[in-house]
């Protein structure tokens, strides 16, 4: 699929009046293909040109919806190809199970097509990034004339490109993803010559690594359902637990691009780290892992501190924003139980940089 070259889309559904009402609103954005049953689905998809996305009915003869995405995902030649089920099934787990067999979304009927639209360009766009990844071997072979700096700046746009799209199903800003990045830096700059961090921070370009890719920290959330990622009110212990996956979504994403390149990358190294572990708390009662002290990476300790004072200050659907004044008092009540000690103690000495850092990307600009 060329840049501006219309995408081709796959809908599949054994009801000729689906097929036929979804066709006519998406075919003057996008080349339509349908398939009346499983069958045809996946003889399609496999065909010399493929789908870019498809939109699968589960309730259907003979074959449902739920085998052909497990065919599509078990078949090297279509395992890419996104897949957002189209359904009235609406009950959790209905969804839980879609998500587990590979599916990108799941979407309820009767459609929002507002929704249906941006759903389907997130993907497309999703699509076109993890494309990049797959042949960026082949890119920088092609790039290795271009200067360093050109190919840094392609990295970064990559980096807050796939960070972007997680925002896009968030209540958080784009301007969220600056605000982290920049504090991280000064926090790592501040920590450089600190006896228990120059190891980690003096190796080279370490610190500009952490800053780029420090936007990646929440890019499982992509992965996330929008009745928990968008729900206004508290989750309860299910919804929570549901939530609390990002981390490992993040890292696996990450993983699978790393796996593409077949090589062991340094940037992805610490985007690993940062995705995975940001959410760990220094007295072990963070998560995915529980991970306690010393054993939570640096780059996951400068990005846990980060994180929490943004959020702290930014106003959410949930929640009203805490003054800077109020942030700061919570990060040293949490020095020692949620926090490294030592980077509360640069964050105290640092406190006017991050206000300053806050306004300058602030919401409101």
Known sequence: MLLNEKATLLVVD???????????L???????????????????????VQPDLILLDIMMPEIDGYEVCRRLKADPKTVDIPVIFL?????????????????????????SYPVLFAR??????????????????AFLENEVRLRTHEIEDAQEITVLT????????????????FRTQHYVRILAEKLRNHPRFKN??????????LFKYAPLHD??????????????????????????????????????????LGVENSFLKYAKEIAYSHQEKWDGSGYPQGLKGEDIPIS???????????????????????????????????????????IVEAFVELQHEFKLIANRFSDAG
């Open 14 to 24: 054994d009801t000729p009046e689906n097929l036929m009402l979804i066709s006519n």
């Open 26 to 48: 998406l075919k003057t954005h996008y080349r339509i293909k349908v398939a009346n049953n499983g069958h045809n689905a996946l003889k399609i998809s496999s065909g010399e």
């Open 87 to 111: 359904t009235a099934k609406n009950e959790g787990d209905d969804e839980a199970l879609g998500f587990q067999l590979g599916a990108v979304d799941y979407i309820t009927k009767p459609v």
């Open 120 to 137: 389907i360009k997130t993907h497309l766009a999703m699509k076109r990034v993890e494309n990049f990844l797959r042949d960026q071997n």
């Open 162 to 177: 796939l960070a972007a799209l997680a925002e896009t199903r968030d209540n958080d800003t784009g301007n969220h993803l």
């Open 200 to 209: 980690f921070l003096d190796k080279r370009n370490v610190i500009e690594l």
């Open 219 to 260: 890019i499982g959330k992509v992965g996330i359902p929008d009745r928990i990622l968008l729900k206004p009110g508290r989750f309860t212990s299910e919804e929570f637990e549901i939530m609390k996956t990002h981390t490992t979504l993040g890292r696996d994403a990450i993983s699978r691009a790393e796996q593409q």
């Open 300 to 342: 996951a300790r400068l990005m846990a501190l980060a994180d929490v004072y943004d959020a702290l200050i930014s106003r959410r659907v949930y929640k009203e924003s805490m003054s800077h004044e109020q942030a700061v008092e919570t990060i040293i009540e949490g020095q020692g139980s949620h926090f490294d000690p030592d």
